[in-house]
């Protein structure tokens, strides 16, 4: 079985058009609506060695209700295509995960308006060409499958997608914080399915790995959420604020060393020293200075005031010994 993917024969029930009447403006005639139910997800182990818990599928349930379907995760409102009215979790009988569980798919039912910038879209879903999905939605726990340690503490050494003993190692994703939007895909990152997952937490604790390994993956098209980016902004100015300092600290000490400089070496050309030192690390300029304080410590030495008498040498008047 594969997941991420829309389901085909679907015939809409009555119902399902009430629950769309809660996302439209307008009453729209049956007939103007295209209705197909996908599976956004599953808890099997994707490309990327990680999975949703069964627990996190359930609490994604209420997250994508009304979220958006987009094409190839572009944020410009013209790629909308359709909405999500209906979500659910469902155990599939007989099928395992990877990793032996019991396996469980997250289900959902969508509409789009049967208009023309549509028509093609739709003929390509009836047609099984577009089929593929993913979703876009943040997690704030993330657990090595090896040694049980959250992968945002800093304490797991695993590696996803190798063997440790005889076990694969992957991630177990759950707690979920938000749902962004789902997506046709071309390639997914779960098995014949598709996740692009971001990670981070409503209250404000952060791993920038995470959003680092978030912004490497996202292949052009990033999803963050406006607390994550909040977050990542926060900790670029901090960064900026330490890099001016830095830069402050490497001019004092270029400047310095430059005059250490003149007093070791009079005959050095100031401006050459110069642009050599512009061009050094604040660890090769620390050398430097510390090499130059110790050669003028050497020369700045006192001489002992009383200077050691020679030792004379006894004469014995061998010469005229007969």
């Given at each position: 079985?594969?997941?991420?993917?829309?389901?085909?024969?679907?015939?809409?029930?009555?119902?399902?058009?009430?629950?769309?009447?809660?996302?439209?403006?307008?009453?729209?005639?049956?007939?103007?609506?295209?209705?197909?139910?996908?599976?956004?997800?599953?808890?099997?182990?994707?490309?990327d060695y990680e999975k949703f818990s069964v627990s996190a599928l359930n609490?994604?349930?209420?997250?994508?209700?009304?979220?958006?379907?987009?094409?190839?995760?572009?944020?410009?409102?013209?790629?909308?295509?359709?909405?999500?009215?209906?979500?659910?979790?469902?155990?599939?009988?007989?099928?395992?995960?990877?990793?032996?569980?019991?396996?469980?798919?997250?289900?959902?039912?969508?509409?789009?308006?049967?208009?023309?910038?549509?028509?093609?879209?739709?003929?390509?879903?009836?047609?099984?060409?577009?089929?593929?999905?993913?979703?876009?939605?943040?997690?704030?726990?993330?657990?090595?499958?090896?040694?049980?340690?959250?992968?945002?503490?800093?304490?797991?050494?695993?590696?996803?997608?190798?063997?440790?003993?005889?076990?694969?190692?992957?991630?177990?994703?759950?707690?979920?914080?938000?749902?962004?939007?789902?997506?046709?895909?071309?390639?997914?990152?779960?098995?014949?399915?598709?996740?692009?997952?971001?990670?981070?937490?409503?209250?404000?604790?952060?791993?920038?790995?995470?959003?680092?390994?978030?912004?490497?993956?996202?292949?052009?098209?990033?999803?963050?959420?406006?607390?994550?980016?909040?977050?990542?902004?926060?900790?670029?100015?901090?960064?900026?604020?330490l890099a001016s300092l830095g830069e402050e600290y490497k001019k004092s000490?270029?400047?310095?060393?430059?005059?250490?400089?003149?007093?070791?070496?009079?005959?050095?050309?100031?401006?050459?020293?110069?642009?050599?030192?512009?061009?050094?690390?604040?660890?090769?300029?620390?050398?430097?200075?510390?090499?130059?304080?110790?050669?003028?410590?050497?020369?700045?030495?006192?001489?002992?005031?009383?200077?050691?008498?020679?030792?004379?040498?006894?004469?014995?008047?061998?010469?005229?010994?007969?």
């Open positions: 079985m594969t997941d991420g993917y829309i389901e085909k024969g679907y015939v809409p029930a009555a119902d399902d058009y009430e629950k769309i009447r809660q996302f439209t403006r307008k009453e729209f005639p049956q007939e103007e609506l295209f209705v197909f139910s996908l599976i956004l997800c599953s808890n099997d182990i994707d490309r609490e994604l349930v209420a997250l994508f209700i009304g979220k958006t379907g987009i094409r190839d995760h572009s944020m410009k409102s013209s790629d909308q295509t359709a909405r999500i009215f209906d979500t659910w979790v469902e155990a599939v009988p007989g099928k395992k995960t990877a990793d032996g569980e019991e396996l469980h798919v997250l289900r959902a039912k969508a509409y789009m308006v049967k208009s023309r910038e549509n028509e093609a879209l739709i003929t390509e879903i009836e047609a099984g060409i577009k089929k593929e999905v993913s979703v876009s939605c943040s997690m704030r726990s993330a657990v090595c499958s090896i040694c049980g340690e959250s992968k945002k503490s800093g304490k797991c050494g695993h590696i996803n997608g190798r063997e440790y003993g005889g076990r694969l190692c992957y991630s177990v994703l759950s707690d979920a914080a938000d749902a962004y939007e789902w997506s046709f895909v071309a390639v997914p990152a779960q098995r014949d399915a598709g996740i692009t997952k971001s990670f981070g937490t409503l209250k404000g604790d952060f791993n920038m790995t995470d959003i680092k390994k978030c912004l490497e993956s996202g292949d052009g098209n990033v999803v963050l959420s406006d607390v994550q980016a909040r977050a990542l902004c926060s900790y670029i100015e901090e960064k900026e604020e000490l270029i400047k310095e060393l430059i005059s250490l400089c003149a007093k070791s070496i009079p005959h050095m050309d100031l401006k050459v020293f110069g642009g050599v030192a512009e061009v050094m690390t604040v660890k090769e300029l620390q050398s430097f200075k510390n090499a130059f304080e110790k050669q003028q410590a050497l020369e700045n030495m006192p001489a002992p005031q009383l200077a050691k008498a020679q030792k004379k040498t006894k004469n014995n008047f061998n010469e005229f010994r007969i």
